[in-house]
């Protein structure tokens, strides 16, 4: 294109979606830097290797020490390239003008009339290969209104064809671009990214840039001294990428192949996190902050009984599974529990109880002291002489006096409980004296309460 034009600047800007570039550019010789030949003057688009015309149109190849077509200072205006070197530029729209003959008779009338060339320029290249079907692209295309353009105008894009265009006319292409701006781009000073995506048919191989009106195109005119009666834009950075699968977490492995999309987590557990570093995830992992092999749901056992520390009572001493993994009941304290049936007595017919009983109370307590982990259960239990009701009180109440005197010996109150269960269980036969003995009884059980 040979244009002559006094140079202005009109500032402004344009905001357009973003969309996040990956993977290889499949636009070859995007920033037009590969050249074939040295450029002189207007009209050399063919030099920038693999670019053409579309059209009749005749688009530009933009490089430095360059008649009219310098680099940053040209006949257009002044700018540096996007990216390296050179860049393109091609008329987006000519607003053509004729002599208004009605004039003559009208003075009102102005001196020019719209014409209908809609001179317009399109520049294309081949990609590196044709895009798949179903996938979805991103495109980004920087462009910037030249500063001697008097017209500005929506839709600058680029549509992906199936075939190399080769028409022969100079004026408006008649296909819809996948990708382009619904804006007018006015920017003189910056360059304007144009960005979207689209999903391929399967059958593009070119892609085409220019001015697309198809889906319809606004204009707007400012004129400064002469007009140029154009909408010239510069060109570069061309990039169409293969769109990212989704990442929302940005670990790195996309959400439709991510065990835990939400969390960022390793690739080789499926994108899912392990804190603790033990190859077993963290949703999968009993004990997530402490390494601890597979067969033990991801937990230590650290004192090697076999039972993994989160379900251990005494995780730092080697127990048995009857005890939780604490260790056995001594047998003394056995003996000691097995004393207390029949060594704790209390008033008759109360819950007192007697200070005979205190001794065997106060060795409980030093086991209780000694085994923290211990849970133990006060069981009380009377003989079936009396009434039904009354046996079963007598019997809570006794278990609890006992409950208190450890408590009050300083045993752990979250430790104990007491139950009574009055005439029910019986171990020995109410119809003799000595069975009612054994059976008026406390019991002490360990246990160990979840």
């Not at 500032?11 to 070859?28: F, R």
């Not at 209104?145 to 265009?165: C, E, K, M, T, W």
């Not at 006992?402 to 300083?410: I, R, S, T």
Request: glycine share 10%.
């Amino acid at each position: 294109m040979k244009l002559h034009y006094s140079m202005f600047l009109a500032p402004a800007l344009l905001s357009l979606q973003a969309v996040a570039q990956t993977g290889p550019n499949l636009v070859k010789n995007p920033g037009f830097e590969e050249t074939t030949g040295t450029v002189k003057t207007w009209d050399q688009l063919h030099l920038a290797a693999g670019w053409t015309n579309a059209n009749a149109g005749s688009a530009d190849l933009f490089n430095k020490d360059a008649c009219y077509v310098g680099v940053p200072d040209n006949d257009l205006g002044s700018t540096a390239a996007f990216e390296g070197e050179r860049y393109a530029g091609f008329v987006a729209y000519k607003d053509d003008q004729r002599r208004n003959w009605k004039r003559v008779m009208d003075h009102n009338e102005g001196p020019f009339r719209p014409a209908y060339q809609n001179y317009s320029e399109y520049l294309q290249q081949e990609l590196s290969s044709p895009l798949t079907a179903g996938q979805e692209y991103d495109v980004v295309l920087r462009v910037k209104l030249a500063g001697n353009s008097d017209r500005a105008v929506s839709h600058i894009g680029a549509y992906f064809s199936p075939v190399q265009l080769a028409y022969n006319h100079r004026h408006f292409i008649t296909e819809k671009a996948q990708v382009s701006s619904a804006d007018m781009v006015t920017d003189k000073q910056n360059w304007t990214e144009v960005k979207g995506s689209f999903v391929a048919d399967g059958t593009e191989k070119f892609i085409v840039i220019g001015a697309f009106p198809a889906a319809g195109m606004d204009k707007s005119k400012a004129v400064e001294g002469g007009d140029s009666q154009r909408a010239y834009y510069y060109i570069d950075g061309v990039s169409l990428t293969v769109h990212p699968e989704p990442d929302t977490d940005g670990d790195g492995v996309i959400d439709k192949e991510d065990k835990c999309p939400q969390e960022p987590g390793l690739a080789t557990l499926g994108g899912c996190p392990d804190r603790d570093g033990d190859g077993i995830t963290d949703k999968l992992d009993a004990c997530p902050d402490a390494a601890g092999p597979a067969d033990k749901q991801g937990c230590p056992d650290r004192d090697g009984d076999g039972f993994a520390d989160n379900v251990d009572r005494c995780p730092d001493v080697a127990g048995v599974a009857s005890m939780k993994g604490c260790p056995e009941i001594k047998e003394e304290t056995k003996k000691l529990f097995e004393k207390a049936l029949t060594g704790i007595q209390f008033e008759t017919g109360k819950s007192t109880i007697k200070k005979v009983s205190f001794p065997i109370l106060d060795q409980v307590v030093s086991v209780m002291k000694e085994n923290p982990s211990y849970n133990l259960e006060i069981h009380g239990h009377t003989d079936s002489q009396g009434d039904d009701a009354a046996n079963l009180k007598l019997s809570e109440a006794r278990a609890a006096a006992v409950e208190k005197y450890l408590e009050d010996k300083g045993v752990n109150a979250e430790s104990v409980r007491s139950f009574g269960h009055g005439e029910t269980e019986p171990v020995a036969d109410n119809k003799t004296s000595a069975g009612r003995s054994k059976n008026r009884r406390v019991e002490f059980k360990v246990v160990f309460w979840e």
